[in-house]
C-alpha cells in the first residue's frame, strides 16, 4: 500500500475513533475527554490526511526508508498520546506517572514534522499550474 492511502486508512481510522468519543461525550452529557478528543481528530485524523496529501500531491519518491520511518514515528506518536490523554482525563492515571511517556510522544510526533519539511524540502515536486 502506497504511503499516501496508508495515512489516508489512518487518518480516517483516527476520525472514526474522534467521532465516537465525540458523539459518547455528548449522549452521555460528560465533556472530560474533550481533550483527547481535540488530539486525536487533530494529531491523528487532520495531520495524517495533510501528510497523505502531501505524499499523494508533492513528493515524488522520497526515500523509502525515510517515508517509513516518518510514517511509524508519527502514527505511534498519535497513538500513544491519543491512549495517554484518554488515560489521564478519564482519571485511570495521573499525568505525573504518564508525562515521560507524553513529553517523549510530543516530541516525536514535532520529529515526524521535521522529517516531512524535510521531505519536501528534499522529493518535493516543483510543479507548474498550465493554461488550460
Do not use: C
Amino acid at each position: 500500500m502506497n504511503l499516501d492511502r496508508r495515512f489516508l486508512v489512518w487518518a480516517l481510522s483516527f476520525a472514526a475513533v474522534g467521532l465516537t468519543l465525540g458523539i459518547y461525550m455528548a449522549a452521555s452529557n460528560n465533556h472530560g475527554e474533550l481533550v483527547t478528543h481535540a488530539h486525536i481528530l487533530l494529531i491523528g485524523f487532520v495531520l495524517s490526511f495533510v501528510y497523505g496529501i502531501i505524499h499523494r500531491l508533492w513528493l515524488e519518491n522520497p526515500g523509502r526508508a525515510i517515508a517509513n520511518l516518518q510514517f511509524v514515528i508519527h502514527q505511534a506518536a498519535a497513538i500513544t498520546i491519543s491512549v495517554g490523554l484518554f488515560l489521564i482525563f478519564g482519571g485511570m492515571v495521573s499525568e505525573a506517572k504518564l508525562a515521560p511517556i507524553m513529553a517523549a510522544a510530543s516530541v516525536s510526533v514535532l520529529l515526524g514534522m521535521i522529517l516531512m519539511i524535510y521531505m519536501v524540502i528534499r522529493f518535493g515536486a516543483t510543479r507548474t499550474l498550465q493554461a488550460h
